[in-house]
């Protein structure tokens, strides 16, 4: 049986975009809480002891009732702030170029109607309402590759939102809709979660809007290379929320209703686990894109991991080094031309202070660093074949991809 070259492209195409639906909606306590603009100014609030919630007995309208949960409580003061994004952007079609291949042109004939380059693909994800000016924070990759998007209120409301700055390292991104007196979200803190603390989880998973799911901190200061993205520059926060294609963007809460993180659903194959952006992050991240339209974040140019005695063993004997410390930071591997190049800095250093600061993990270190400014210097304590050696590094900027 003899194929036309639009049905082959109509085969094809099923199966191109059953693989890549959702590609862009998915990847992926402070008891005073603060506003968008107070968190501008505030950099790392002092520790507290968590807050663990009671049951707020009889709903409205239900005296004597158990029906409002600090849950509900949470959901009601944030639900109205959360949005669905929609975004549409053009793709290459592989199909076209697949077909231009002289072999299958001879199969299928030369009149034929030729397909198409560019394909349209859509995608579902959530953000929430920073200000009541329609200010908007999302996920870098809900947005990526295009300059506006359409934003629904959980009212209905519909309004076409700029993409005012994308930054890819941390997966932030920010939006702006033209709109006076919207409900906006209360920031809280992820400085000092504990695991096992309340999670609360809202957005619009595979086209589900406003789904509330709960769960715990799971743990925190996850790196980037733990979760398996070690491109984004973020120490996470992981919670069993669940958290699927369509959150990403979303807020997680905790038991007050204040938000501690951006959810992103980063990795698709990650069953029972989920994964937040620290709100700190976030919110500094935003303030930049909102003033700046870009970020511009510190680069030392190391790659690193946590050591342990089967780790000390294994690093010393693929790459012929001489690590002596059981625990701590070492570097792996040194980018040439980097900052810490330069700085004098090696593979099989160990670091343990950083400014003056004793640094046991290497998402101590990435916090730091990143807390810090491009061209900075930086005074780095390693152990260095058993010896205590200082290093000053002059931090450079992150070098985009182009």
């Given at each position: 049986m003899k194929l036309s070259l639009k049905q082959l492209a109509v085969y094809l195409s099923l199966v191109v975009i059953g693989g890549g639906a959702g590609l862009?909606?998915?990847?992926?306590?402070?008891?005073?809480?603060?506003?968008?603009?107070?968190?501008?100014?505030?950099?790392?609030?002092p520790p507290v002891d968590p807050v663990v919630?009671?049951?707020?007995?009889?709903a409205v309208g239900s005296p004597g009732g158990d029906n409002v949960n600090f849950i509900a409580n949470a959901v009601q003061k944030v639900g109205p702030a959360v949005v669905r994004?929609?975004?549409?952007?053009?793709?290459?079609?592989?199909?076209?170029?697949?077909?231009?291949?002289?072999?299958?042109?001879?199969?299928?004939?030369?009149?034929?109607?030729?397909?198409?380059?560019?394909?349209?693909?859509?995608?579902?994800?959530?953000?929430?309402?920073?200000?009541?000016?329609?200010?908007?924070?999302?996920?870098?990759?809900?947005?990526?590759?295009?300059?506006?998007v359409q934003v629904t209120l959980k009212d209905g409301r519909t309004f076409e939102g700029k993409v005012l700055g994308v930054d890819a390292v941390t997966d932030v991104a920010v939006v702006k809709i033209k709109a006076n007196k919207l409900p906006t979200v209360r920031l809280g803190n992820s400085q000092n979660l504990i695991p096992g603390q309340w999670a609360i989880a809202i957005g619009n998973p595979l086209g589900l809007d406003n789904t509330v799911t709960i769960?715990?901190?799971?743990?925190?200061?996850?790196?980037?290379?733990?979760?398996?993205?070690?491109?984004?520059?973020?120490?996470?926060?992981?919670?069993?929320?669940?958290?699927?294609?369509?959150?990403s963007g979303g807020p997680l809460l905790n038991a007050q209703g204040e938000v501690i993180g951006v959810n992103t659903a980063i990795r698709a194959d990650a069953q029972g686990l989920g994964f937040a952006i620290p709100i700190e992050t976030a919110a500094r991240i935003a303030n930049e894109l909102f003033?700046?339209?870009?970020?511009e974040h510190p680069f030392l140019g190391i790659e690193m991991t946590d050591l342990s005695p089967s780790k000390k063993?294994?690093?010393?004997?693929?790459?012929?080094?001489?690590?002596?410390?059981?625990?701590?930071?070492?570097?792996?591997?040194?980018?040439?031309?980097?900052?810490?190049?330069q700085g004098g800095l090696l593979p099989g250093d160990v670091i343990q202070k950083v400014?003056?600061?004793?640094?046991?993990?290497a998402a101590q270190v990435q916090k730091l660093v990143e807390s810090s400014s491009v061209g900075d210097v930086l005074e780095i304590e390693v152990n260095r074949s058993g010896r205590t050696q200082s290093f000053k590094v002059q931090s450079g900027a992150y070098p985009h991809k182009k």
């Open positions: 862009l909606g998915s990847r992926y306590l402070l008891p005073q809480s603060y506003s968008f603009r107070q968190l501008k100014n505030v950099t790392v609030a919630p009671n049951s707020v007995n009889g994004i929609n975004a549409t952007r053009k793709v290459a079609n592989p199909i076209s170029d697949a077909l231009k291949n002289p072999l299958l042109r001879r199969f299928f004939g030369e009149n034929e109607q030729p397909i198409p380059e560019e394909r349209i693909e859509r995608g579902t994800g959530s953000g929430f309402i920073l200000s009541a000016n329609g200010e908007l924070l999302t996920n870098a990759h809900v947005v990526a590759d295009t300059d506006t769960g715990i901190i799971s743990a925190t200061d996850r790196t980037s290379a733990q979760v398996g993205v070690p491109e984004k520059r973020v120490s996470f926060i992981q919670t069993d929320a669940a958290i699927n294609p369509g959150n003033t700046k339209g870009r970020v063993q294994q690093i010393n004997l693929e790459n012929q080094l001489n690590i002596q410390p059981d625990a701590g930071v070492v570097i792996k591997g040194v980018l040439e031309n980097s900052p810490a190049k400014n003056g600061k004793p640094m046991r993990t």
